[in-house]
């Protein structure tokens, strides 16, 4: 049977992710894998988490595995506004912080519409964009905060030249996933300042906002315009990412679509896995289990910078992120971070090449490294064969 002609128009804008192709190509423990996004399993209480499900199916019996409310378990949901510190009807639970993309891209997109990102912005958010046809315009970093906003102000000059809207910014100011990079407060002030000025929203996409090992904490963007911002969050990088739980906080009116539009996706998260984080968040297990993450992802960080001081070839530069799971690695000019997977893979080495990660498809001399799946000793040996690798290529 020929499936072609039976395809909505939406199924030819999906891309596959290249880091899920990796991962289906390789045996992620049988190489130096610097490719995934994966938090430790080191990280995962297991007794916690035992204790804390057998005490949620003595507490709750049979509620814990019947349909619950859309926008989530009350206990949860109350759990999430008194940890940021918002009302309960700004809180939405969420299948993931994966759904709350894609629930605030179809709610807001029509095809052709404009969405602002980071040039590069995380893969995952690209593929969904992409999804509903949207326009993304991607737009580089500048250390020069001026200039940073006049290149925001020269494409959106552009777009509204071109007869479209810029319906929101997307942007994972803390810890970006792939760069590492923080936005400053002035930075986010001006990006909010922007908004404001054009009219558009702003999609906060922060998992990794809770994983900071140095520096001062800086206020989220949705604190700077509440009613303007729509702020993601998950548990899977404070948690576990098995559960499959996150949350939206915005305007109710804004909660209220993407509370209808999650009707029709799943009609309501996992109730036990909610129950679960409920608990493990309001006994403090959460928190307690979190310290010992953070204290080991800063070890690995500091393993890794230290290790790339040491190791790599010159002419390369890296990111000095200061939390989150990932750094960016910048080759000269002529490098080709796609054509030299294959060799480094043959070697026995992963990373996710930068060029899938800029919507452009710019940064074809960047890769990414992710430090928090790994051992100390195997991120030892496979910094040291990438940078023996990379010494082959560029010198
Ligand atoms: C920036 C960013 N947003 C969202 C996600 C999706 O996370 P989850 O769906 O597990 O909450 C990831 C995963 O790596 C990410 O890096």
């Known amino acids: 049977m020929d499936y072609s002609e039976m395809f909505s128009e939406d199924v030819g804008s999906f891309f596959r992710s290249p880091v899920r192709e990796i991962f289906k190509k390789v045996d992620l423990n049988a190489i130096y894998s610097f490719a995934g996004g994966y938090p430790s399993a080191e990280t995962f209480p297991l007794e916690e988490i035992r204790k804390t499900m057998s005490e949620v199916i003595d507490k709750y019996a049979g509620r814990a595995f019947q349909y619950g409310a859309t926008q989530g378990v009350p206990e949860l949901r109350q759990a999430v506004a008194e940890r940021y510190g918002v009302p309960v009807e700004r809180v939405q639970i969420t299948s993931s912080s994966q759904q709350g993309i894609d629930v605030c891209t179809r709610v807001l997109i029509n095809p052709g519409d404009v969405i602002l990102t980071s040039n590069p912005s995380y893969l995952g958010a690209i593929q969904s964009f992409k999804s509903y046809r949207a326009d993304i315009r991607g737009i580089a970093h500048d250390e020069d905060l001026e200039a940073f906003r006049q290149s925001y102000e020269a494409v959106i000059a552009d777009v509204k030249a071109e007869g479209k809207i810029v319906k929101f910014l997307y942007m994972i100011p803390d810890f970006q996933n792939p760069s590492g990079e923080s936005l400053t407060i002035e930075e986010r002030q001006m990006l909010v300042a922007l908004a404001q000025k054009h009219n558009f929203l702003i999609v906060e996409d922060s998992p990794y906002r809770e994983l900071r090992y140095e520096g001062d904490h800086v206020p989220t963007m949705y604190s700077l315009d509440p009613d303007r911002v729509i702020h993601l969050g ?94 960016f690695l910048t080759m000269p000019e002529d490098f080709d971070a796609v054509r030299f997977y294959d060799k480094s893979l043959d070697a026995g080495v992963a990373y996710v090449a930068g060029e899938f990660f800029h919507p452009d498809r710019a940064g074809k001399n960047t890769m990414r490294l992710n430090f928090s799946f790994m051992s100390p000793e195997r991120i030892a040996e496979g910094v040291k064969l990438l940078s023996k690798l990379l010494k082959d290529e560029i010198l």
Request: contains cysteine; glycine residues 8%; proline residues 6%.
């Open 234 to 327: 998950s548990f899977s990088k404070i948690f576990a990412p098995g559960f499959r739980l996150g949350w939206a906080i915005a305007h109710p009116e804004i909660l209220d679509k993407i509370y209808v539009c999650k009707q029709s996706l799943d009609l309501c998260p996992p109730i036990f896995d909610q129950y679960v984080a409920a608990e493990f968040l309001s006994s403090g297990r959460l928190d307690e289990n979190l310290k010992h993450s953070i204290e080991l992802y800063k070890g690995k960080r500091d393993l890794l910078l230290s290790l790339l001081e040491e190791h790599m070839p010159e002419g390369v530069r890296w990111t000095h992120p200061e939390g989150g799971l990932f750094l």
